[in-house]
């Protein structure tokens, strides 16, 4: 009975094949279902990318609309910079966050072509996603967008223009082009040449390889029109001048001032208790004493205008230290930004004063007028021009009828500063309007023809992803896409290289004819960039999440 019972126990042999198979069965199961995570999650990145530059592919060019975005104070923003849309849209999926810092990093690099960097973005991923659908593996993918990239950088160089930076008309073109896709676009003939007169101010033309925009300051203040805004060879500070009685300095001697001016306070809270006047009345006596002498050293200086930074702990000035200010006939503007500082100390030539110890004649800063400007609206501003210092620094003074419209024509402005800084890095420029987009798409698609295997095959879906650019051009512009970019194609392979989308006529002329042309460092930005960021997300095969 008992060896019965253990034979019955022992499976036989066919019997233990067939679990071994079973087993092997599910292995291979769960080994299929591994294989099929990173597709899912490939797809997955690239469905929410896209979903990005879908979002932003209806504000690129001139005819594009603008976005209104709601912040959750309740802050209302309308733009069609594709930086300011996607710094401000909530984004949750990773992969989709890559293309908001993508953008970042094209404002960084070029400053213009934000929207177009991300709209390039999402139509190589599509490309890629089609690619993979195929079966082509993701590395082979990369590679060869990297091998399309740098031949794109190629062509893209071979078909610019050298530019000389005292060629002031082709500047302002340029500033123009991008000042033309803007909400403030009909204010271009005004805003292009300041901007390429502030850079020319801050820069030496013949030496010059980079600009430092931190030596252009730009400030915004609602009243009057767009119209009003100016160039100002000095400083702009939108605080008011004090009661003092003064609102107008010649020859003034600046004093740029880091201590408060007024009693001091312990670092702790305290209360003083008082029991009878006489003790009251010698606070008050020394409290006096104290602001007074303060108030002879900034006079003994020779100081006549002094500039208060802000203060946090206690007042940066009382109406006791206003009082002697007032009789000492001293121009007084209070609340200076921390961040401010260093911009006024290079442009004066002054010395930051943290104590009133400190306040010497060689500290101060020298400009030839301090006056007091009405604006508009009633807002008012403070100007310091005539600056007796070697910085080569100015100011942009930005007006408009309301809070909206200067912080839109502020960004316009930064904008059309950041094209004019790319043609001080890069000397070249290219053709606008879908030009260069549709010359790339053709050279590489002909190169791809020269290669074999599945890189001609990547790189031949490369080429055709840039059409992207004349395609919502036109689109947006109200045209038909198809029959453009197909008139575009067959100018291009006639070997028109400057025929592109002319949005005011609605048909294609040589693009340059119209003055529509840009930097060749914000197309190779953009290119590089957003071929960059696909490769990134075609490597990614899963998205671990931590504790």
Do not use: W
């Not at 999402?122 to 990369?142: E, F, M, N, V, Y």
């Not at 009828?401 to 790319?422: F, G, M, P, Q, Y």
């Amino acid at each position: 009975m008992a060896t019965k019972t253990a034979a019955a126990a022992k499976p036989s042999a066919g019997g233990a094949a067939k679990l071994a198979m079973g087993k092997g069965m599910k292995n291979n199961k769960t080994q299929f279902k591994d294989k099929e995570k990173p597709t899912d999650i490939r797809l997955s990145n690239i469905e929410a990318a896209k979903a990005i530059a879908d979002a932003v592919r209806t504000s690129l060019g001139p005819k594009g609309m603008d976005k209104m975005i709601q912040g959750k104070t309740g802050d209302v923003t309308i733009t069609n910079d594709g930086a300011t849309i996607l710094k401000e849209m909530q984004v949750f999926h990773p992969a989709a966050r890559m293309l908001v810092e993508l953008s970042k990093a094209q404002d960084v690099e070029a400053g213009d072509g934000t929207t177009s960097v991300v709209v390039i973005c999402g139509a190589l991923l599509d490309a890629a996603r089609k690619l993979l659908q195929r079966g082509i593996h993701p590395t082979s993918i990369s590679e060869a967008f990297q091998v399309a990239q740098s031949k794109a950088v190629e062509i893209l160089s071979s078909i610019s223009q050298p530019l000389k930076l005292s060629d002031r008309e082709s500047l302002v073109k340029m500033a123009s082009t991008s000042l033309n896709s803007k909400v403030v676009s009909q204010y271009s003939g005004l805003l292009a040449p300041l901007a390429v007169d502030a850079i020319m101010h801050v820069i030496d033309p013949n030496t010059a390889s980079n600009v430092n925009l931190n030596d252009i300051r730009v400030v915004s203040k609602v009243g009057g029109t767009v119209e009003d805004t100016r160039l100002v060879n000095g400083i702009v500070l939108t605080q008011k001048a004090q009661a003092t009685g003064v609102t107008k300095m010649e020859r003034a001697k600046v004093a740029l001032i880091q201590f408060c001016l007024s009693p001091p306070k312990t670092d702790m809270d305290n209360q003083v208790v008082i029991s009878d006047y006489t003790q009251m009345d010698r606070i008050l006596r020394e409290e006096r004493a104290y602001i007074l002498d303060l108030c002879k050293k900034i006079k003994k200086s020779g100081a006549n205008v002094i500039l208060i930074q802000k203060s946090i702990l206690r007042d940066a000035l009382n109406d006791m230290a206003l009082h002697f200010l007032t009789k000492m006939k001293v121009m007084v503007v209070k609340d200076i930004e921390r961040d401010e500082i260093d911009f006024i100390s290079r442009t004066l030539g002054c010395r930051p004063i943290a104590s009133a110890d400190h306040m010497m004649p060689e500290h101060l800063g020298l400009a030839d007028l301090v006056e007091e400007v009405h604006v508009g609206g009633g807002n008012k501003v403070v100007s310091i021009t005539g600056c007796q210092s070697t910085a080569r620094t100015c100011s942009i003074l930005v007006q408009g009828s309301n809070k909206l419209i200067t912080e839109e024509a502020d960004r316009s402005i930064h904008d059309a500063l950041c094209v004019i800084r790319c043609l001080v890095k890069n000397k070249n420029m290219i053709a606008g309007g879908g030009a260069p987009e549709t010359e790339l798409s053709i050279k590489l698609s002909q190169y791809a023809a020269t290669l074999s295997g599945i890189e001609s095959h990547c790189i031949k879906a490369f080429a055709e992803s840039l059409e992207i650019i004349p395609f919502t051009l036109a689109e947006n512009a109200g045209l038909s896409p198809i029959n453009i970019v197909t008139e575009l194609r067959n100018r291009h392979s006639l070997g028109e290289v400057y025929a592109g989308i002319n949005v005011k006529k609605s048909c294609i002329t040589n693009i340059t004819e119209e003055n529509v042309l840009q930097p060749l460092l914000v197309s190779i930005s953009a290119i590089s960039l957003a071929s960059e960021t696909v490769r990134a997300i075609l490597k990614i095969d899963d998205i671990v999440n931590t504790r």
